[in-house]
């Protein structure tokens, strides 16, 4: 690059000097449990000797700090941050200005090829070899202090958050090897920029080119799923995006089928956490579009956690289960399962309760489209069930939208 382009090294003397005085009157004090200084490692990455990959490393690790609640990155202030990132959008526009041409590259793209194969050795180093059975974190770290995988992951999630559609396709086979090496971490920290990153990924690159890595990787989400509740969501989020991605036009995958499975026995172990639940809650939904009527291999296993959380302390919960119950009535009409009856039971005593609730005309204008669906789609067995219950006179608006649904339903017959 350098022998290339001969005025990008002066021009990245200017932008990198005020970022190095800027940083050496930030305060700094190293956490007991750090083995590493994080503010060191700045400096040499901004020394006057380095070279522009070096100064790329830095604005990243600076730039991430922040999204970072993280120990190693939190001293450093939101000024210095958006300083690397005006510097390195600076140098990005002195690079492109230096081709000839009128072609517009990426720089941050440029350098993955050089940056990332490091980064990937640096996340490495204080990975777990499983093929010593001996080998634990505490020995891991021993090699190398997991610290410097930390700053690496963070760093590789920064450079693939610049690259978006369609160039991120073309780096695939720099990308996900190195995505894949923080995902075996064991520190949730670098797991989590892995998760992000491969978020960033499906969102970002056309199905096809995952294809060659489609079975890997989607292991490693399975494989990724018990994870820590710091990192729950991005798990999920980035199981639901691939797997979605990449089996797109096969809903009887075995890796949906497992997916599945590894989520709700993972749920089932901790139905009452509501950070893990909401978040499912949220983003399970295109796993469901996608496999549709199939969903009813689950429903013994999906229906009993939908029925506890309907009564939970929480209304987002609440009106999240109502809104994926709908989705599954919706793709499944409930065909032959054991639930209907129990459904329609558990919608009433909620009807009843959200009188209590903050959320009470949205709760109840859900249960309404609910049973309203239910009637529709299963008939004579919707209208035995709600029998006992049509006389109630704490559902009389019930069984008025109900009543004029059905009226509707004959008119339009």
Same mark, same amino acid.
């Given at each position: 690059?350098?022998?290339?382009?001969?005025?990008? *090294?002066? *021009?990245?003397?200017?932008?990198?000097?005020?970022?190095? !005085?800027?940083?050496?009157?930030?305060?700094?004090?190293?956490?007991?449990?750090?083995?590493?200084?994080?503010? +060191?490692?700045?400096?040499?990455?901004?020394?006057?000797?380095?070279?522009?990959?070096?100064?790329?490393?830095? =604005?990243?690790?600076? +730039?991430?700090? $922040?999204?970072?609640?993280?120990?190693?990155?939190?001293?450093?202030?939101?000024?210095?941050?958006?300083?690397?990132?005006?510097?390195?959008?600076?140098?990005?526009?002195?690079?492109?200005?230096?081709?000839? %041409? /009128?072609?517009?590259?990426?720089?941050?793209?440029?350098?993955?090829?050089?940056?990332?194969?490091?980064?990937?050795?640096?996340?490495?180093?204080? +990975?777990?070899?499983?093929?010593?059975?001996?080998?634990?974190?505490?020995?891991?770290?021993?090699?190398?202090?997991?610290?410097?995988?930390?700053?690496?992951?963070?760093?590789?999630?920064?450079?693939? +958050?610049?690259?978006?559609?369609? !160039?991120? %396709?073309?780096?695939?086979?720099?990308?996900?090897?190195?995505?894949?090496? =923080?995902?075996? *971490?064991?520190?949730?920290?670098?797991?989590?920029?892995?998760?992000?990153?491969?978020?960033?990924?499906?969102?970002? &690159?056309?199905?096809?080119?995952?294809?060659?890595?489609?079975?890997?990787?989607?292991?490693?989400? =399975?494989?990724?799923?018990?994870? !820590?509740?710091?990192?729950?969501?991005? &798990?999920?989020?980035?199981?639901?995006?691939?797997?979605?991605?990449?089996?797109?036009?096969?809903? @009887?995958?075995?890796? #949906?089928?497992?997916?599945?499975?590894?989520?709700?026995?993972?749920?089932? @172990?901790?139905? $009452?956490?509501?950070?893990?639940?909401?978040?499912?809650?949220?983003?399970?939904?295109?796993? #469901?579009?996608?496999?549709?009527?199939?969903?009813?291999? *689950?429903?013994?296993?999906? #229906?009993?956690?939908?029925?506890?959380?309907?009564? &939970?302390?929480?209304?987002?919960?609440?009106?999240?289960?109502?809104?994926?119950?709908?989705?599954?009535? $919706?793709?499944?009409?409930? /065909?032959?399962?054991?639930?209907?009856?129990?459904?329609?039971?558990?919608?009433?005593?909620? #009807?009843?309760?959200?009188?209590?609730?903050?959320? /009470?005309?949205?709760?109840?204008? !859900?249960?309404?489209?609910?049973?309203?669906?239910?009637?529709?789609?299963?008939?004579?067995?919707?209208?035995?069930?709600?029998?006992?219950?049509?006389?109630?006179?704490?559902?009389?608006?019930?069984?008025?939208?109900?009543?004029?649904? @059905?009226?509707?339903?004959?008119?339009?017959?």
């Amino acid at each position: 690059m350098s022998n290339s382009l001969p005025d990008l *090294h002066s *021009h990245l003397s200017q932008l990198r000097k005020p970022i190095l !005085d800027s940083l050496s009157k930030t305060p700094y004090t190293p956490q007991e449990t750090s083995t590493i200084s994080v503010k +060191s490692t700045l400096e040499s990455l901004l020394s006057i000797e380095s070279p522009v990959k070096d100064f790329a490393l830095a =604005c990243a690790l600076l +730039s991430s700090s $922040r999204c970072s609640t993280h120990e190693l990155l939190t001293w450093i202030p939101s000024q210095l941050s958006t300083a690397a990132e005006t510097a390195f959008s600076d140098l990005s526009q002195a690079y492109n200005d230096a081709l000839p %041409g /009128r072609e517009k590259r990426n720089l941050a793209g440029d350098l993955m090829p050089e940056i990332l194969p490091v980064l990937k050795d640096k996340i490495k180093e204080s +990975s777990i070899d499983k093929s010593d059975e001996t080998d634990e974190f505490s020995a891991a770290s021993a090699r190398a202090p997991v610290g410097f995988a930390i700053l690496a992951a963070y760093q590789f999630r920064w450079f693939v +958050s610049q690259i978006e559609y369609p !160039d991120l %396709g073309k780096m695939i086979i720099l990308v996900v090897p190195c995505a894949l090496t =923080c995902l075996d *971490h064991w520190s949730p920290e670098v797991k989590g920029q892995g998760m992000i990153s491969f978020i960033h990924v499906a969102k970002n &690159v056309k199905a096809v080119e995952l294809d060659s890595y489609g079975d890997v990787i989607l292991d490693a989400c =399975c494989q990724n799923i018990a994870s !820590d509740d710091e990192i729950w969501q991005y &798990v999920v989020e980035m199981s639901v995006l691939l797997v979605t991605c990449i089996q797109r036009d096969n809903p @009887r995958s075995l890796w #949906f089928e497992k997916m599945l499975n590894e989520m709700l026995s993972h749920l089932e @172990r901790q139905p $009452r956490n509501k950070e893990r639940r909401i978040a499912w809650l949220k983003l399970i939904e295109p796993i #469901f579009n996608s496999i549709g009527l199939l969903i009813l291999a *689950h429903i013994r296993r999906i #229906f009993p956690l939908f029925f506890q959380w309907m009564h &939970v302390d929480d209304d987002e919960t609440i009106l999240l289960v109502l809104k994926r119950v709908q989705t599954v009535v $919706r793709l499944t009409w409930l /065909r032959h399962t054991p639930y209907v009856e129990r459904l329609l039971d558990e919608l009433v005593v909620l #009807f009843k309760e959200a009188a209590l609730r903050k959320a /009470r005309e949205e709760i109840r204008t !859900d249960i309404r489209n609910l049973l309203i669906m239910l009637q529709q789609c299963k008939g004579l067995q919707f209208e035995r069930a709600w029998n006992k219950h049509q006389d109630d006179p704490n559902l009389t608006s019930l069984a008025c939208n109900l009543s004029a649904s @059905r009226e509707y339903t004959r008119c339009q017959a």
